[in-house]
T-cell receptor, first 118, second 113 residues
Framework: AQKVTQVQTEISVVEKEDVTLDCVYE???????LFWYKQPPSGELVFLIR??????QNEISGRYSWNFQKSTSSFNFTITASQVVDSAVYFC???????????????FGTGTRLQVTL | GAVVSQHPSWVICKSGTSVKIECRSL??????MFWYRQFPKQSLMLMAT?????????EQGVEKDKFLINHASLTLSTLTVTSAHPEDSSFYIC?????????FGQGTRLTVV
């Protein structure tokens, strides 16, 4: 069975601080996909990144960066120089295959609520 | 990216009534859509997979007769909460697949009083 654990339920930081959101996953599959989604107060889920199990390169996109470590089954997300607009709930998710017709479901972590204050 | 529209955004209904929630893919066709449920400050739990032209696939523990799913066209899936009770109050969110990515609707907050 697949499982995603986000131990940090809530994090509060002051604007411009860096913050790292942790994600640990469990799966028996050798091929799998990891995701991060942002859920602002309005409720919709915003896709941030997808990473497959064969690509352990870290990725940076603006102020966002992701650290994928297969050895520790972790896929952590760092926001550099946080801003108030980053305040949201962030979900890490896992899937055993991409959506190719026989669609696969996403297993979500419990989410980390990030509060960025001035 | 693709747009998934969910309607209504919020609804309040009386206990015992039924509520229909619509999920539309606005600029693409979706043979498969997913319905999730999210309790306050909790994660999203998949309820069912909606397949166009066939029966939905429900996750274990989800009552098929209570949560009716109809995927009548390639752009529309509906979730009907029948005989709603206060414990059905939750945030329901759908997603559709486009070019190997899942796009989510804005969600529907259901409150049963």
């Amino acid at each position: 069975a697949q499982k995603v654990t986000q131990v940090q339920t809530e994090i509060s930081v002051v604007e411009k601080e860096d913050v790292t959101l942790d994600c640990v996953y469990e799966t028996r599959d050798t091929t799998y996909y990891l995701f991060w989604y942002k859920q602002p107060p309005s409720g919709e889920l915003v896709f941030l990144i997808r990473r497959n199990s064969f690509d352990e390169q870290n990725e940076i996109s603006g102020r966002y960066s992701w650290n994928f470590q297969k050895s520790t089954s972790s896929f952590n997300f760092t926001i550099t120089a946080s801003q108030v607009v980053d305040s949201a709930v962030y979900f890490c998710a896992l899937s055993d295959k991409l959506y190719t017709g026989t669609a696969s479901k996403l297993t979500f972590g419990t989410g980390t609520r990030l509060q960025v204050t001035l | 990216g693709a747009v998934v529209s969910q309607h209504p955004s919020w609804v309040i209904c009386k206990s015992g009534t039924s509520v229909k929630i619509e999920c539309r893919s606005l600029d693409f066709q979706a043979t498969t859509m997913f319905w999730y449920r999210q309790f306050p400050k909790q994660s999203l739990m998949l309820m069912a997979t909606s397949n166009e032209g066939s029966k939905a696939t429900y996750e274990q523990g989800v009552e098929k007769d209570k949560f009716l799913i109809n995927h009548a066209s390639l752009t529309l899936s509906t979730l009907t909460v029948t005989s709603a009770h206060p414990e059905d109050s939750s945030f329901y969110i759908c997603s559709a697949i486009y070019q190997l990515e899942a796009f989510f609707g804005q969600g529907t907050r259901l409150t049963v009083v």
